[in-house]
């Protein structure tokens, strides 16, 4: 547009709009619905007219969109389908993408957000076109398009990006059927959480709004940590979230009717915030949580008033959505219950990643803390595994490992783990019986209602590794674990007398198969917690006192050449070590003198010379460094001292044996292979074969 001097000037970095009866955009006529979005976003960005008026132009906005799309997102019945459960939170469909448009608020602000951020990125890209990376653009690219209408290519350049292929072209033709295809340089397809920036475009702006209330569920968090570590310097928008802590009056809350009542409130002050400071902070951490705030909870009488969590969103410079301005500012419950308050306690905070990204709370109460009211409690043993140790000799080690596994089941550090560990109290109202084979399935001995049963296990979810039977309740489970264990079982050397580590063993359902078969010791270390409480569980049901567990250890948490074990597994944990020869050396290091080593990981076709290394993701998989073919595999382990190195077997990964299940719901094999060729990967990489290989030290 700023072709046609009469139509608009750049003034100061502002775009001036000028009224004319003709409308040009890069010297062709603009259509008619491209005309009328260029008069909606003109009053959009008119500071001067108040937010809450503008519902219906919003509303006239979307049915632009519509018009442009075909008319498509408008069935409201079925809002979850196309949605996506990543890694790192979901991704809504398109349907509810759609819908957002009409949460009005939201849409003023961020299209005034972004509007601004890009006047402040354009006084520094030196008279370049200013270039903006909308992540998650849904299918008609709200935030962004109505500017497509003010800012002519020559301004701004915009790569979209969404995980959604419908979304995606929804949103190509929106913005091709408007006349401003010239600014839009990309469509990415992909989790954005794979997004890599290029060297020769590098974003000036990233706009994202992938978030509900309180940053729950949706991978916000996520998505700008991800991208800050590629592009610092970018403006971010929103540019601050900020989580507060208030005690409200309900009523009072409800009952506000303006300038002349207040509501009635104590305020806290900010638990969380996401903005550049933060991200900063944050840039070398690993692990699943992020750290937030610890506030002390008001000394003064709070009556009838309640504990919420307002997210205030600062979408760029003065342009903020507050309290109830929209559903993202609407309260949340803060989660614990009034009564496990009191007054002068302390809170802290802390936010979890993952697959269920939330902001998550405890109560610290003298040394003791609690997530949600429950008590972290009592500690957890493995009297079966200590006895074992000990008879092994390992009593230095045992003191040493009692005190490790304490601490870790403590629950400081990991936010869900009280919550876990208060499922683990709700089972200790179904009386466990022992466990038996039955055809072939691990079976728990118990007399408890089904349903009662489901309905806690379930909040043990997602249980990826089984399948388990408690009673009549059948959980079925992500992986078919008993497939791997029939594939191997006949052709390592019998686990009967023998003492067992598993590395990497998850929720450790080869272990009890292991102890079926009479190991003496069937010991797992993982460092999920997930997985150990899914271990207590079954444990519950199976025998406290069994010479098994699961404990939460890495193997760089063991003892230095331990060399205790007569056979250790590794399955499925080679892959994801960035050293793949130091770990063939660590475990080596667990086996006694002619101990075996049971050795499960991808694989790929070829001869000793051939290896894998992927770009970014395999089978949407973000920590997959090392995929050797059979033959080098093998000339590994031998060159770490392994002797009478062979191939078990080799087997590709089906989606029979992985696949999502009411058990675990997120995304699974499925879903990151080729749809068109399940022999490829979703990336084009040669689909999972994995071999099994055993060595003697």
């Known amino acids: 547009m700023l072709a046609v001097k009469e139509l608009a000037a750049f003034e100061g970095g502002h775009c001036v709009l000028v009224e004319s009866p003709l409308f040009f955009y890069r010297g062709k006529q603009m259509t008619e619905l491209s005309q009328k979005l260029r008069a909606l976003t003109s009053t959009i960005l008119d500071e001067d007219v108040p937010v809450y008026t503008l519902r219906p132009l919003i509303l006239e906005v979307l049915e632009v969109f519509r018009l442009v799309a075909g008319g498509q997102f408008t ?68 935030l962004v398009v109505p500017l497509l209408s003010v800012f002519g290519a020559e301004v701004c350049q915009f790569v979209f990006a969404d995980i959604s292929e419908e979304a995606l072209e929804s949103a190509r033709q929106t913005v091709e059927g408007l006349g401003f295809d010239e600014s839009v340089v990309d469509y990415v397809l992909g989790d954005v959480l794979n997004y890599e ?200 080690w045992l003191s040493s490992l009692r005190v490790q596994v304490s601490r870790q089941y403590s629950g400081e550090g990991h936010g869900d783990l009280p919550r876990w560990r208060a499922v683990l109290k709700e089972l200790q109202r179904f009386e466990g019986l022992g466990y038996e084979l039955r055809d072939g399935r691990l079976h728990f001995l118990t007399q408890a209602d089904a349903g009662e049963l489901k309905e806690v296990l379930m909040k043990l979810s997602p249980w990826r590794k089984g399948p388990f039977e408690f009673g009549d309740l059948f959980v079925d489970t992500e992986w078919r674990s008993d497939w791997k264990w029939e594939r191997l079982r006949e052709k390592i050397s019998p686990v009967n007398e ?95 003198k002619g101990g075996e080593l049971v050795l499960e990981t991808l694989v790929v076709e070829g001869d000793e010379n051939t290896v894998l290394l992927p770009e970014g993701r395999y089978a949407q998989m973000r920590n997959v460094w090392f995929l050797p073919s059979v033959e080098l595999l093998a000339r590994m382990m031998k060159r770490v001292g392994f002797r009478e190195v062979e191939v078990l077997d080799v087997s590709v990964t089906t989606v029979e044996e992985q696949r999502g299940t009411e058990w675990m719901k997120f995304q699974s094999l499925p879903e990151f292979l080729d749809p068109t060729d399940h022999s490829k990967t979703i990336e084009g990489y040669p689909g999972p074969l994995r071999a099994v290989l055993r060595g003697i030290r």
Request: aromatic share 8%.
């Open 197 to 396: 920036v290029s060297s020769s475009w590098v974003p000036d702006v990233i706009v994202s709004e992938t978030m509900q209330a309180c940053l729950k569920a949706e991978p916000q968090v996520a998505i700008f940590r991800h991208l800050f570590r590629q592009a610092p310097r970018a403006l971010f928008v929103p540019e601050e979230i900020s989580i507060e802590l208030k005690f409200v009056d309900l009523v009072r809350e409800i009952a506000f009717a303006g300038e002349n009542e207040s509501r009635d409130r104590v305020e806290v002050g900010a638990v969380f915030k996401l903005n550049r400071d933060s991200l900063a902070s944050w840039r070398s951490l690993e692990g699943g949580t992020l750290p937030a705030a610890e506030v002390q909870l008001p000394t003064c009488e709070l009556g009838n008033k309640q504990p919420k969590l307002f997210t205030r969103i600062q979408t760029f410079g003065k342009h903020v959505l507050s309290d109830y301005a929209s559903g993202l500012t609407s309260p949340r419950e803060l989660e614990i219950e009034k009564g496990d308050l009191s007054a002068g306690e302390s809170l802290r905070f802390h936010y979890r990643l993952g697959e269920s990204p939330a902001l998550v709370c405890e109560v610290i109460t003298g040394d003791k803390a609690a997530t949600a009211g429950a008590e972290s409690g009592e500690s957890i043993e493995f009297p079966g595994v200590w006895k074992e140790l000990a008879r092994m000799g390992q009593q230095n």
């Open 498 to 592: 023998r003492r067992i580590l598993d590395v990497g063993c998850g929720n450790g359902y080869h272990l009890w198969r292991m102890l079926d078969e009479g190991a003496s010791l069937a010991l797992g270390i993982d460092p999920s917690m997930l997985f150990g409480c899914q271990f207590l569980a079954a444990r519950h049901f199976g025998g406290e006192d069994l010479p098994l567990g699961v404990l939460p250890l890495g193997i760089e948490d063991l003892p230095a050449k331990l060399g205790c074990f007569d056979s250790t597994f590794s399955m499925g944990v080679l892959y994801h070590r960035k050293s793949p020869v130091e770990h063939l050396e660590a475990l080596r290091d667990t086996l006694v």
């Open 75 to 142: 069935q409201r019945d079925d809002i979850v389908e196309g949605e996506n459960w990543t890694s790192e939170g979901l991704a809504v469909s398109p349907v509810m993408a759609a819908m957002c448009v009409e949460d009005y608020a939201r849409t003023v602000v961020f299209i005034r957000g972004v509007h601004e951020a890009v006047i402040a990125a354009g006084d520094t890209a030196g008279g370049r076109p200013v270039k903006v990376l909308y992540a998650g653009c849904g299918p008609f690219g709200t």
